[in-house]
C-alpha cells in the first residue's frame, strides 16, 4: 500500500472509530481492519439471496467506506458477486479458501431472504457434483443458497443480515407461500442456532449502517472490543435505538397539528407533518432525519416522502399493495 493510500486509509479509520463512538485507542484496529478489507484480506463472505441488490448498490454509495476508494480495482471482501471480478469455479473456489483458511473466524453476510420451498431452487449460485436433466441434456446441477447456508452458517463466527429481506423477510415475503421466503434468523436456527445475528434493517439500509455494523463486528471478532450493543430486534442500537419521529425536522408541526392532507394540496407550507399521508415515523426505529441519505439528497420526510418504516420487521405488509 502507498504512503498516500496508507494516509488516506488512516483518515477513514479515524472517521468510523468517530462513527462508531469508539475509544482512541481502537484507531489503529480499525485501521488493521479497513487494511485488511482493502487488500481482500477480511475474512468477510457476503452472499445474496431473493434480494434487488440495493443493499450493495447503497454500499457503494457509502461516503465513508466507497468500494470504489477501497478496492481500487482489487477485490475487497473476500466474496461479493457485484463488487468482484471473479466468476464461474474463480468465483465459488474463494469461498471454499476462506472456509478453509479461516474456519470459524469468517463473517458471512447474507443480503436477501431464503427460499425454502420447491427444493429451494428458486435462488442458486454455483454448481452441485450432481446433473439434472433439462431439455433432454444432462447438465451440472444448480446449488440452492440454502444448501450454501447450511455448509456456510456452521464455521461462520457471526452472521450479518444486511437489508429488510435478510433481517426479516421482507419483500420476498408478502405472500411467503410462493417461494417459502426466511429471514437470516430463520436460517440460523434451522442450521445451527449458536450463531450469533447480527442484523442491518433497512430498505435498502443507509451505508452508514453497514459498514459500522461491520466493523463493529469485526472489531468484536478480532478481540478489540466488547459484543455489539443490539436490540430487540438484533440491530446496532447506535443506529437504530431511537425512532424517526422524535427527531424528526417536522416534529413541530406535528404538535401544531398542521398536517398534509391532499398530495394536490399545494400550499407553500413544506413542513407540515405526513402523518396523514401515511408516514411511519411514529414506530420506526432509525436515525435517517439526523444521519440523512447524502447531504444533498436528505431523507424520505426532508423530500416530502413520508418514511415507509423500511427498518421494521412488519415494513413489507404496509405498503401500499396493488390489487
Ligand atoms: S413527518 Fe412523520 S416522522 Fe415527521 S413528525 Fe410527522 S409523523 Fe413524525
Ligand atoms: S425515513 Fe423511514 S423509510 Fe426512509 S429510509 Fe429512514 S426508516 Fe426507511
Not at 136 to 156: K, Q, T, Y
Amino acid at each position: 500500500m502507498s504512503e498516500e493510500d496508507h494516509d488516506k486509509t488512516r483518515q477513514q479509520a479515524e472517521e468510523i472509530a468517530d462513527h462508531l463512538d469508539l475509544p482512541d485507542e481502537l484507531v489503529d484496529d480499525v485501521h488493521e481492519h479497513l487494511t485488511d478489507l482493502k487488500e481482500g484480506k477480511a475474512p468477510v463472505i457476503w452472499i445474496q439471496g431473493q434480494n434487488c441488490t440495493g443493499c450493495t448498490i447503497t454500499l457503494m454509495d457509502s461516503e465513508r467506506l466507497r468500494p470504489g476508494a477501497l478496492v481500487h480495482g482489487k477485490v475487497a471482501l473476500r466474496y461479493q458477486p457485484d463488487l468482484m471480478s471473479a466468476e464461474g469455479y474463480a468465483a465459488t473456489d474463494i469461498i471454499k479458501k476462506t472456509e478453509e483458511e479461516e474456519a470459524g473466524k469468517y463473517i458471512l453476510v447474507l443480503e436477501g431472504a431464503i427460499p425454502t420451498g420447491e427444493g429451494e431452487a428458486f435462488c442458486t449460485f454455483g454448481l452441485t457434483d450432481t446433473t439434472e436433466e433439462m431439455m433432454g441434456r444432462m447438465l451440472p446441477g444448480n446449488r440452492s443458497i440454502f444448501d450454501w447456508l447450511v455448509e456456510l452458517i456452521p464455521g461462520a463466527e457471526a452472521v450479518m443480515a444486511v437489508g429488510n429481506c435478510a433481517s426479516f423477510g421482507g419483500i420476498p415475503m408478502m405472500d411467503v407461500s410462493v417461494t417459502g421466503a426466511g429471514s437470516a434468523t430463520d436460517v440460523v436456527q434451522a442450521v445451527d442456532p449458536s450463531k450469533p445475528v447480527i442484523n442491518v434493517a433497512g430498505c435498502p439500509p443507509h451505508p452508514d449502517w453497514i459498514t459500522g455494523t461491520l466493523m463493529d463486528l469485526l472489531l468484536w471478532v478480532g478481540e478489540h472490543k466488547e459484543a455489539p450493543i443490539l436490540d430487540d430486534k438484533m440491530r446496532l442500537k447506535r443506529f437504530y435505538e431511537g425512532k424517526v419521529h422524535d427527531i424528526c425536522e417536522r416534529r413541530k408541526a406535528f404538535e401544531d397539528k398542521r398536517f398534509v392532507e391532499d398530495w394536490n394540496d399545494l400550499a407553500e407550507d413544506e413542513d407540515r407533518c405526513l402523518l396523514k399521508m401515511g408516514c411511519r415515523g411514529p414506530s420506526t426505529h432509525a436515525d435517517c432525519p439526523t444521519r440523512v441519505w447524502r447531504t444533498d439528497f436528505k431523507w424520505c420526510v426532508a423530500t416530502n416522502a413520508p418514511c415507509q418504516g423500511c427498518t421494521e420487521p412488519d415494513f413489507q405488509d404496509k405498503l401500499p399493495h396493488l390489487k
